[in-house]
């Protein structure tokens, strides 16, 4: 469980492909508190730490990982924001987040404000179903607050502190872009769903 607050920006400093998988590392984070098992957050993706090497760690990114996120194309010297697993005292900075990735969109357009930036993201169809202004959003493992909601797209301003600890400082149209909803909105779905069901 993580809570969408970004610890540091890391860069992938190796990739060992491994058929329809691959093994990375990434470094760029204080691994002091770090094991192996331990889970860490890659631009959103709950990856595990296999191996803790120097200043950096190795986790593999499985087939089904490699599909559902957009570190399918991941590549050396890519920047990614990072983020350890929260314990049960860990400030709940952001709101819950798995880090298991729903889908991948994309930016669509990106305008600064007067001292933030504006960004839409299209989203996989039938994720918006999940999505109400002014709630959360994870959108490359950054926990945002949603502007607006239309269609297949959503809002988010970033903030001048999101804008340099995490990647959304680069981040240009046309980005992949890992999308997570709210859990808690697709846990109200199922269960209304399980309740029209013993109506029927």
Known sequence: MFTGIVAGLGTVRHIEPRGDAARITVAGLDLSAVRPGDSIAVDGVCLTAAEIDGDGF???????????????????GRR??????ATPTTALGGHLVQGHVDGVGTVVSR???????????????????????????????????????????????????????TTWGERQVGAAVNVEIDVIAKYVERLLEHREGQRS
């Open 58 to 76: 190795v986790a593999d990114l499985l087939p089904e990982t490699r599909r559902r996120t957009s570190l399918a194309d991941v590549a050396v």
């Open 80 to 85: 990614v924001n990072l983020e350890t697993a």
């Open 111 to 165: 305008a600064p404000g007067s001292g933030w930036d504006d960004v839409i993201v299209a989203l996989p169809a039938g994720l918006t179903r999940y999505v109400v202004e002014k709630g959360s959003i994870t959108l490359d493992g950054v926990s945002l607050t949603v502007v607006a909601v239309e269609g297949d797209e959503v809002a988010v301003s970033l903030i001048p502190e999101t804008l340099s600890r």
